[in-house]
């Protein structure tokens, strides 16, 4: 169903692809809220190898497997795995594929899940190498904007507040920049701004890119994309604490406005939790929605989608 | 089936509750007998977020969840998770509600219970919140009692050797206040005495109470109540070690009397395990009714209770 | 269907054992590829007690416990349980016992899995405590042979590079000792004898045993079974770097001859990843062999073999 075995990267995904990924996942919502569990992936067994923290893509990724009735095995932490003892990822994943039907796999390195996904016999889902790409991510934000919007072309995106570390505004730009007419505004300090290659990268695929110190949303903006800014990244506490408070929504920067805000979370000090009740504060939605798309890759990747 | 979709606080449990919780109990552990698991939760995803250690808290839901077959996430443990990252307890069950229907919930902050109960969207239990609450071993400690001695009024029981600091000694002594006549006797080191406050409640609640310096166990008591004493309550190793030897339940002080013997376990040196092969050391037994009562309020929560 | 409650020691296991579980790890094989999970252990809850980490014997544990479809309680690490707050191993087991309707094992202290089991009261499995023993994996190493060479004994078998310490290697050769006309070649670093004591042992059960500083694998040996040399057990850098380099299987020292090659992995420098791709490297194959062989053991000692 899908036309590869392993997703390692965003820019596997066509509009095609998006879509007929969107479709499945509407099926596997509907599916959990009318009967919970279903028994699609009853007779698979999904490795979870989490090499390093990660409590909502770790969790997403139980509940996607539980609620497919799949079983699931565990890696230790990272620090507590043979790893340790000098094991190369090679052969850790040659053991695990033996273990397993499918492997997700979230491990620091950049570049590692293209290696694990080179040696796997079983296929195999990137739930984030370091900050290269996070795939799974970028399908849930494509999710919830083509839920939420109806479309994923014709659309004027703001990304902030860190754009240069992101890999989650690096994904989703990539997935975003293949559709026409799409054009995205990037706001926040200086010293985040993407990088001179990542614009290139977009405008070659036909995006429309901006910087810009700041924003006012409601100059028919139709999705606001934010990250939280991270203190390490400022020299000065004062600098970081200026960043903090300016690179921040609030209720007057988004009431009123049609614009949809979405944050990959966990949130810090991005969003003001008074935002929380508007209409258009659509981030824990956008949490939930992980639950159904990794249900709907489990299980094309798999061949079973329904 | 219950009046509540939070289990946060002993005090949320009524006679009439804990006789519907108990009757539940008992289906379920015939339940374990004649079949090992049931079909009973297989469309239900239970959370079990166990921020601080808890090995026997931890298992017992575990094993409960699973004798149901419901599905099981889990969180990475509290150092590892977005908890670290400086989100919000509120945002991580926003979270975890829209990834599992139930969430049991293990936090070494006193009070966080009530904030997670209060976000939640789900049902959600309180397995301990700092020092502060631990009503599902509270049930387990009043289903011991009313299996073995039949009746949860009309009793005279012994606290004992920590019971300022017990969050277990807090619940059971509450919740047995609620019933006619029932009698409590506080022993152990002056030091770890009963608070004022605790003592006041329980007296308001029409419990009888006192405090000894100690106590002889033949003298027509039903039940003796006992904690481990912690080293670092002492500013003296001399006093840890006087105290250690004298408020400990050796065979000579239990043998031959109808006293009931509990402990909500981890036991160290507050019975000796000569004391083990008694008929009336049912501190095991207790910590194995663990499974059937949890089993009883997931099922109750989730409305589905047999 | 064994005649023992639980596996402690590769001692319990004489031919005839080894031939049932033989037989029924074929059976659990063909159960995994032609369904992927059964529904055997239905009714039933594996407790995981790792105790130390260990990714192999743990996750395929896991696999085994997932495709034979148990439930499973896991413990927290072992930081994070009772154990520290000075619970003894008895206490433990008696808990987890009533969680669980057959235990699992790992513990760094040699001798616990005999305490363990003497305490349980359900069947249990040693999953390897210290440097003591490791029954399971001397299965999985027996079956591997029995698979590839059609028999167990006859055989000609050169162990290295560390017999010392390698528990493996102890339970293996042990295990073999029992057939007849086996000759076993110990070779290594001369710090990494094997122990008169292991010698004597092994003599006294009729094989044959030598000890050589340097073997060559053409000379009509039927298996060469290594593990990894440890920095930490030489005096100088140097002299480990010399006698890794020395003691490392590479394609001109394997190639061209019928020797089979196991390793219990993690496989750090003792064989070249070059050897890989030959067909008489077994040791992924080998690796893979765990889940049958567990889904065999917990299925015989839950009395549920088919």
Known sequence: ??????????????????????????????NIQQQGRIDLLDDKVVALLFFEPSSRTMMSFQS???RLKAGMVFAQSASATSIEKGESLEDTIRMVES???IIVMRHPRPGSAAIAAGTSKVPFIN??????????????????????KGRLDNLRVVFGFDSLQSRSIHSLSTLLAQYPNNHFTFTGPAELNPSTDMLNELKSKGAQCEIVPEVNLSDGYDIVYVNRLQEERF???????ANRRKYRLTQDKVSGTDCLILDPLPRIDEIDTAVDCLPNALYFKQASYGVPVRMALLSMLLGKAI
Chains 1, 2, 3 share one sequence.
Do not use: V
Not at 8 to 19: G, K, N, V, W, Y
Not at 138 to 146: H, N, P, Q, S
Not at 235 to 241: G, I, K, S
């Open 1 to 30: 169903m899908l036309p590869f075995d392993s997703l390692i990267s965003a820019t596997q995904l066509t509009p095609e692809i998006i879509s007929d990924i969107i479709a499945t996942t509407d099926n596997m919502a509907t």
């Open 64 to 66: 996607a497997a539980q």
């Open 99 to 101: 273990y397993s039907d």
């Open 127 to 148: 739930a984030g190498d370091g900050g290269n790409e996070h795939p799974t991510q970028a399908l849930i934000d494509a999710y919830t904007i083509a839920k939420h």
């Open 235 to 241: 020299n000065e506490p004062a600098l970081f604490e």
